[in-house]
């Protein structure tokens, strides 16, 4: 295991198999926040394994859209992760926007 890139937007982005689509700022649960969409070529792409999980892992599978949105949260890098095979994001926009941090 290794710890979180600083540039963890750059990291994502930098990623074989990973188109950014687009890049903005944004507003998540009152904190500042970055969100990428993308596109996964024809590839799965894994960015690693999830601290104390053993079976799964942080990735995405090939030939899909994925939303990811980078927010820090209390010293913590948070990545909130979107993905729909038919590309239908906005629907999941509700979800987002109901997002609260403690």
Do not use: Y
Not at 15 to 25: C, E, L, N, S
Not at 39 to 45: L, M
Not at 74 to 81: D, I, L, R, T, Y
Request: proline share 5%.
């Amino acid at each position: 295991m290794i710890g979180a890139p600083a540039d963890l937007v750059g990291w994502i982005a930098q990623h074989p198999g990973v188109t950014v689509t687009d890049q903005k700022r944004i507003t998540i649960g009152n904190l500042p926040a970055t969100q990428l969409d993308l596109k996964i070529g024809g590839q799965d792409v894994a960015f690693g394994p999830i601290t104390g999980v053993t079976d799964a892992g942080f990735g995405v599978g090939a030939n899909t859209v994925s939303r990811f949105i980078v927010v820090d949260v209390h010293g913590h890098h948070v990545v909130v992760a979107l993905v729909a095979e038919d590309g239908s994001l906005a629907e999941l926009q509700p979800l987002i926007d109901s997002i609260t941090w403690d």
